[in-house]
């Protein structure tokens, strides 16, 4: 709380003095701010390291380290506009000769009425019940749908339409004036069944009429148009004649999609290979998020200290423009964490981790290599794209395995601070690129967290933040002192300025008394 006096009586600029006399006695709390700015900033930066570990690790996981990745397979079709193939994980298929001779399509009805007015109210309250059977021919339990009598026909139409159970796609063509009722899966099965007479009775204002409880659209006595029968697609594979519900559908690894009827005598022939493309974009992809990040950690480690530039107080940044402000914090900010053990260990462990063989395979068979400019670009990856494809073409299971070679389950599973010396030294012997990085990484993590915690951490929980917390006990007591002081300099000052006050009242008052005698 500030506290102001005049120097009516000594004419001093008391305020002025005050301030001056502050401004020498806050220089402590400003160092103990400065310091406390300085513990933030290698807090953020550590964390922003710390994210980027993590991300890097995921990347590793979601890319290398997945079969689909590196052992992916892609197919190709003599004809694609009739047939496609698209192999799965895991299949070793390699080439069928096919034929189609009909497409999977859904059963559709339409109305053997018109329904002039869709928006006509229903009038009264109800449930419709049906029952329906999917592509693969299993039947659902009694599905129910309520209307109330101020609801239109087109609205429980709707209603129809979103159920997901019912299996139906349901739509009022105004050209027509007629409901039509088109069954969302394929082939033959599928079915709707109206369940009581009630429903019967409702569904002749959708146009079908002749409806009873207990039967199936589908039902051959009824006088519904039915747009499409609904038929099972009819194809021969490797000379076997046989049928499918759906015009997609997956058989020993492969997923077939059949677009069309071949031409008479036309056979197709759907091969697989392996996706090169994927495999080699799969590994750039790390390489540069590898790159990246052990470039940062380079950066911050061998960066140098602008000791000209301390952290700006809270009376300087009054005094500079925001971008002034920024500028300047940016040299501050420099060299915060020049020469970090923790980052400079982390470094060198994935550089070696990546270094040494896995089971006598080496990076470099695969075409990548560490740049040969240790100075402008230490640790850096550098893939030869095409040594890297002959490998892969070559024998895709060696690169996989050399990313993803394992040790021992007991070992594998444990975490890095569970393991023995000699469990750890097997864990590095035997275990892939993928794998020695990502547990390299996980320290990385563990070591920054120790030292500046997570977004989720509190203060007290990792060492940064202690020190923050000793600061800010040290700042709060500084603080109360520098108020008192204050106070102590308006009081003698007040007192001053009292004092001369009555002097002056004194002199005032002997010189009327000499006056007066005067």
Do not use: C
């Not at 001056?20 to 701010?33: K, S, V």
């Not at 009429?209 to 519904?224: H, P």
């Amino acid at each position: 709380m500030g506290i102001s006096i005049s120097g009516m009586y000594s004419g001093m600029d008391i305020d002025g003095i005050v301030t001056e006399l502050m401004q020498a006695a806050r220089q402590p709390l400003d160092r103990l701010n400065q310091s406390k700015t300085k513990y933030e900033w290698q807090r953020d930066l550590y964390r922003e390291i710390n994210k980027g570990a993590q991300e890097l690790s995921q990347k590793i996981f979601d890319g290398i380290s997945m079969e689909k990745n590196l052992l992916a397979r892609k197919g190709t079709s003599s004809n694609e506009s009739a047939i496609s193939v698209t192999p799965l994980a895991g299949s070793n298929q390699e080439s069928v000769m096919m034929t189609v001779s009909q497409l999977a399509n859904a059963k559709s009805y339409v109305g053997n009425n018109t329904v002039a007015n869709i928006t006509e109210k229903i009038g009264s309250d109800g449930v419709l019940k049906f029952k329906a059977t999917d592509g693969e021919g299993k039947e659902s339990k009694e599905i129910q749908i309520e209307y109330k009598k101020d609801e239109t026909l087109e609205q429980v139409l709707s209603r129809i339409n979103q159920n997901k159970d019912l299996n139906v796609s349901a739509f009022y063509d105004s050209g027509t004036q007629k409901v039509v009722l088109t069954a969302r899966d394929t082939g033959s099965k599928t079915e709707l069944e109206i369940m009581d007479q009630d429903t019967a009775a409702f569904m002749k204002k959708f146009g079908f009429d002749g409806l009873s409880a207990n039967q199936k659209l589908s039902d051959s006595t009824l006088s519904f148009q039915l747009a499409d029968t609904g038929k099972d697609a009819e194809f021969t594979i490797n000379g076997y004649q046989t049928t499918r519900t759906s015009n997609n559908f997956t058989i020993n690894g492969m997923s077939y999609s059949l677009k069309q009827v071949t031409a008479p005598g036309e056979v197709v022939t759907l091969s697989t290979s392996h996706d090169v493309d994927k495999a080699v974009d799969t590994i750039k992809d790390f390489v540069d998020s590898y790159n990246a990040l052990i470039a940062t950690m380079n950066s911050v480690v061998k960066e140098k200290q602008n000791r000209d530039y301390a952290p700006l107080t809270d009376e300087q940044k009054k005094e500079m423009t925001e971008d002034q402000i920024e500028k300047w914090e940016a040299k501050a900010k420099s060299g915060i964490l020049r020469g970090d053990m923790t980052i400079r260990s982390a470094f060198d462990e994935m550089r070696n981790d990546l270094s040494r063989a896995v089971g006598g395979v080496t990076l470099s068979q695969f075409g990548i290599t560490t740049s040969s400019k240790w100075n402008e670009e230490p640790g850096k990856l550098i893939i030869d794209e095409e040594k890297l494809r002959e490998a892969l073409a070559k024998d895709p299971e060696a690169v996989y395995n050399a990313f993803n070679a394992k040790t021992s389950t007991e070992i594998s599973v444990k975490s890095r601070w569970d393991r023995t010396a000699s469990e750890q030294t097997k864990f590095e012997n035997e275990t892939g690129f993928a794998g020695r990085l990502r547990d390299a990484l996980s320290n990385l993590s563990y070591n920054i967290e120790k030292k500046a915690g997570n977004d989720t951490s509190v203060l007290n929980s990792y060492s940064i933040g202690k020190s923050i917390v000793d600061i800010d006990k040290k700042i709060e007591a500084l603080e109360e002192r520098l108020e008192n002081l204050q106070t102590r300099y308006y009081n003698q000052f007040a007192a001053m300025e009292q004092a001369m006050q009555k002097a002056e009242s004194q002199s005032s008052y002997i010189s009327s008394l000499f006056s007066s005698y005067a």
